[in-house]
């Protein structure tokens, strides 16, 4: 039936097949019945075709990052269908995820988005989430491929690496999504490797891709991440996204015309989008219905689940669970505390249906708010705290706010993001709007405005100008590095006094190149006081016991912006200080998107991390701290000491963040636990560490057999639960080589199992291992390589925490060879 298709398009038809309609939605040749489909962001929820903020509300699942920590791929499988069930409601076929870059350096600004240090883990949560996902008809995308492991210049950046590095860290993931899961897309990533664009990179969409692991689905373009005519179409880059198109249509059919572009590469091309029109269900049923929110309550129950799941206690003196019936009065403190962190930033964010707070959480846990003492005592905002309530907001034709109001609207906070003009009448290079909106202080005192655009914008508070964002604009550290750096300006305020504030913005005037987005956030604030802080430590030192709700936010954790430092921002190291001195009995809940380090970690009696677990954060956070649930996390990705101890960051620029446009992989294979047990590094908290609150006994495992076979090797390990409640145990299988003809890591995981187990009971962990478990890619010879001898199975609870060691012999030296020829750009 395609090739039948095919057949009848001309060359135009195809060629408008390979590049988007508009920044969602593929291009329908209605003459042959083809229809549009609408893809849609993204990991922890389907967003649909509106707004980064704002638009119709969709579920919000937790960050990749607690789904990481779960190590829990039936329940990873149970979310990939219920995003499918979500895309549905946005009236999308294809979700944009999951997102499966590596852990590399700690200070990523989308680590919060991708699940693990470890290829092996990765690999094994992104399967179970493809496949869930395309059990429904949808198509999963998972992304970025490849060795986009930074925020830093991203866009232009090259990740200069070898061959090998390349195949045992970065690519394991998506090889086993097109082996294992079946993926139907793939999305290139924004960087170049080794020089070459991932966007037109033969070598990786063709000959590493299709012919040597047999990909037959579509590889798209990240958002404005194509770059070239001819290159991009011969390297094997199906889908140009967003449209229209900016480099493909007249231009590729030129070049088909003229010799440059053969016209089988095109067709082959335009066959894959019509396969994946295919496995949609396009054909059979083309419709498309208005977005729809629909808050279903087995997805609230599911994303409660999975926040509990992935929150990894890491450490206990016996304080948890709290005992409600004991408790008469607890210290609820934290700039997280009253604020729902539910997810990090950038293409991942979404309008969720609604977001609890741990606050809430809490009160709710208690039946009440009477025994709950709450104070912010603090902020971690990177920019100004948002005004919330009614804004409104109306559209003019022309840069000058003249004329009648095209269109108006509200939202329910001072933060806008115009992807698609809501009115088609407006011209997204020359249109301005007008922002209003209230504030009444609670304090008085000097109070921060603060004004970021993506555009021009000014910030006018009672018809005062207060805040220029306009003279003197330049690119800076926001929306996607679009916007400028937020202008601050202080400005003396009245507590109870009612301020009208209001936002000229208008767009870009032309000559402004890269500029694809209009944007603007505005915000006004009171800044931390040591008051504040002090009154929270007074009220914390009469308490039973102080929770401290800690973290980052979603922008700091964000697309497009890589993190400063491990360290907590603003003054929460002093906060959890001052209150731990008074009170001994201080619970730290961390929310971040990633390790931070602890100089106060031996002043607190537990700390819990809980990253950012979607809507349901409160009544999660609560749960655990409750006991209501079990803390089921064990950390995807190790958490050192202090930053430098993390292999990434040398105190070479080349090494991180990057120099002259190259970051140089330099550590190699040492990413993550591989590097401390290379170098010896005690890390804070190792890979796959969590505590419980029960206690289990491990028996010695048993193995089938001491050499390897074809059929591979299995290892059952019976735990039993040996406490007084239910509880969930991670049992880890390494494969240490004993030698090798190259260097290799001490140890590399190969199998886990996680077991829930009732109070007293046992069960039991499988873990098998294949041939290609025990091997290493040798670029010299083109071939994965076992070499004959010893092996160790090592069975550990966490990568430090080693219960047993098995030997294994492999009798003879095995090779899959890769096809590919080497990659180009690097000497191996």
């Keep these: 039936m395609l090739d039948q298709l095919l057949d009848q398009m001309t060359l135009e038809e195809q060629v408008a097949l390979l590049a988007g309609a508009d920044f969602w939605t593929t291009v329908a040749v209605e003459r042959l019945g083809i229809p549009k489909i609408k893809v849609t962001d993204g990991p922890n929820g389907a967003r649909g075709g509106g707004s980064l903020v704002g638009g119709v509300k969709s579920a919000c699942f937790p960050a990749a990052i607690g789904i990481g920590a779960s190590w829990n791929p039936e329940l990873v499988r149970e979310m990939g269908v219920a995003l499918a069930e979500e895309a549905k409601t946005k009236s999308a076929r294809v979700l944009l995820a999951p997102t499966v870059n590596i852990h590399r350096s700690g200070l990523n600004g989308r680590n919060f988005e991708c699940y693990s240090e470890d290829p092996m883990l990765t690999s094994a949560l992104a399967v179970a989430y493809i496949e869930g996902v395309q059990s429904q008809g949808i198509a999963a995308t998972i992304k970025h491929f490849i060795a986009n492991d930074s925020e830093v210049e991203r866009q232009t950046m090259s990740s200069d690496l070898d061959e090998r590095t390349l195949r045992e860290i970065y690519l394991p ?3 086993a999504a097109v082996k294992q899961a079946g993926v139907w897309a793939i999305m290139s990533s924004y960087n170049r490797l080794n020089g070459v664009w991932t966007s037109e990179n033969h070598w990786l969409l063709t000959e590493l891709l299709r012919e ?8 798209m373009s990240d958002w404005f991440g194509s770059h070239t005519t001819e290159a991009s179409v011969i390297g094997g880059l199906d889908l140009e996204m967003p449209g229209p198109t900016r480099d493909r249509g007249d231009k590729l059919v030129a070049a088909v015309r003229e010799g440059r572009v053969p016209a089988e590469t095109v067709k082959a091309a335009a066959r894959r989008i019509l396969l994946l029109l295919e496995r949609v269900g396009s054909f059979a049923d083309p419709s498309m219905h208005e977005e729809r929110a629909v808050d279903r309550p087995e997805h609230r129950a599911l994303i409660r689940k999975l926040g509990a799941d992935g929150m990894v206690l890491l450490k206990n003196d016996g304080i948890l669970p709290f005992d409600k019936a004991a408790l008469d009065r607890i ?6 505390a009253a604020e729902s962190r539910v997810m990090g930033g950038g293409s991942a964010q979404i309008n969720a249906h609604y977001k609890v707070s741990p606050l809430e959480g809490i009160k709710s846990a208690l039946s009440g708010t009477n025994r709950v003492i709450h104070l912010k005592a603090c902020r971690n905002n990177r920019l100004t705290q948002m005004i919330r309530g009614e804004v409104s907001v109306e559209f003019f034709h022309g840069r000058d ?6 269109h108006s609207s509200t939202a329910e906070e001072s933060q806008f993001f115009w992807l698609d003009m809501p009115d088609g009448s407006l011209n997204p290079r020359n249109f301005s709007a007008r922002v209003t909106t209230r504030f009444r202080p609670e304090e008085t005192g000097s109070h921060v405005f603060g004004l970021t655009n993506a555009g021009f914008a000014k910030l006018y508070v009672d018809g005062e100008l207060v805040v220029d964002g306009e003279t003197g604009w330049a690119k800076g550290d926001n929306f996607f590095g679009l916007g400028n750096t937020e202008v601050r300006v202080e400005k003396p305020l009245e507590a109870g006094r009612t301020y009208e504030i209001r936002v000229d913005y208008r767009a870009m005037p032309e000559g402004y190149e890269g500029i694809e987005i209009r944007a603007v956030r505005f915000g006004v604030e009171f800044p931390t006081s040591d008051a504040a802080i002090a009154e929270a430590v007074e009220q914390a030192k009469a308490c039973d016991v102080a929770v ?10 964000t697309e497009g912006l890589d993190l400063p430092n491990m360290r907590l921002p603003g003054r929460q190291e002093e906060l959890i200080e001052k209150v731990a001195a008074v009170n001994p009995r201080t619970v730290v809940v961390l929310q971040t998107g990633g390790p931070v380090e602890m100089p106060w970690l031996d002043k607190v009696s537990a700390v819990i991390e809980a990253w ?6 409160g009544n999660a956070i609560a749960d655990v701290l409750f006991g209501d649930a079990e803390p089921g996390g064990r950390l995807p990705q ?3 000491q202090r930053l430098s101890d993390n292999s990434a960051i040398t105190g070479d620029p080349r090494t991180y963040p990057g120099e002259n446009g190259h970051v140089v992989y330099a550590e190699g294979l040492a990413v993550g636990y591989r590097h401390h047990d290379a170098d010896g590094v005690k890390p804070l908290f190792p890979f796959g560490f969590g505590l419980s609150y029960t206690s289990f006994d491990w028996s010695a495992p048993r193995s089938f057999s001491t050499e390897m076979g074809p059929d591979g090797v299995t290892v059952e390990v019976k735990v039993k639960n040996s406490g007084k409640r239910a509880g969930a145990e991670l049992v880890q299988l390494y494969v240490k080589p004993k030698s090798a003809r190259l260097p290799r890591p001490v140890k590399e995981l190969k199998a886990f199992a996680k077991l829930a187990i009732p109070a007293g009971q046992t069960a039991t962990a499988k873990l098998s291992i294949g041939i290609r478990d025990l091997a290493y890619f040798d670029p010299q010879a083109r071939d994965w390589i076992a070499e004959a001898g010893d092996y160790e199975l090592v069975i550990a609870a966490n990568a430090e925490d080693i219960r047993a060691v098995l030997p294994l012999r492999l009798v003879a030296e095995w090779r899959e060879g890769g096809s590919a020829p080497p990659l180009p750009g690097v000497v191996d």
Excluded: C, H, K, M
């Excluded at 950012?612 to 954060?617: K, L, S, T």
């Design 173 to 175: 993931p998506f090889e």
């Design 401 to 406: 706010w003249s004329g009648p109001a095209v």
């Design 212 to 219: 040597e692991w047999g990909y037959d689905g579509i590889v």
């Design 548 to 557: 401290l709700v800690v973290g980052r936010e979603g922008e700091w954790d």
């Design 331 to 336: 210290a609820v403190i934290g700039p997280n």
């Design 638 to 640: 190790t958490f050192p």
């Design 612 to 617: 950012y677990p979607g809507q349901e954060a």
